[in-house]
């Protein structure tokens, strides 16, 4: 069995009183993407001992939302995925999680990596620098 057999997972969910939205798994170049738009976000979490998927809602929901678009294969619709009601953005965010089969442990090491890349890459040279960056929150982790 090589590549050319696997089948990539996806999910379709039902969101908003009946539409159905087709989830992808986020992908190392979608990962990238996320980082060179929010690094600030992703430092923090890395700066975390441990992340629970609430803690990340709550702590960049931004992120979340430009998550959404990318597991939705709409990469430029982040406006329209936060303005998705609070129950169905978090079925989209959980599925998503679910698909890119990526714990937060994992998540931590591998953000470790793609950091170092990034700081060590010439700047531009992995993809355009965003114009506009989201706002982080500060977190009390004795919360969750």
């Known amino acids: 069995m090589g590549l050319a ?3 990539i997972p996806e999910r379709t969910v039902t969101i908003m009183g009946g539409q159905e939205v087709t989830l992808h798994a986020l992908d190392m170049e979608g990962i990238i993407v996320l980082m060179q738009e929010d ?7 890395y700066e975390m001992e441990k ?11 931004t992120l979340c939302h430009k998550m959404i678009a990318h597991g939705c294969g709409e ?5 329209k995925a ?3 009601p609070l129950g169905d953005q978090l079925v989209l965010i959980e599925g998503i999680w ?8 994992t998540l931590g090491k591998v953000m470790g990596y793609l950091a170092d890349m990034m ?5 531009g040279s992995l993809s355009k620098t965003p114009e506009a960056h989201s706002e982080v929150q500060p977190m009390n982790s004795s919360t969750d």
């Open 5 to 7: 057999n696997l089948v």
């Open 98 to 105: 679910e698909l890119t089969n990526l714990d937060m442990d």
């Open 51 to 61: 992340l629970t998927l609430s803690q990340l809602i709550k702590m960049a929901p």
């Open 119 to 123: 700081e060590a890459a010439p700047a």
């Open 39 to 45: 690094l600030a976000a992703f430092r923090a979490i």
């Open 82 to 84: 936060s303005k998705i």
């Open 75 to 79: 990469p430029k619709e982040f406006e």
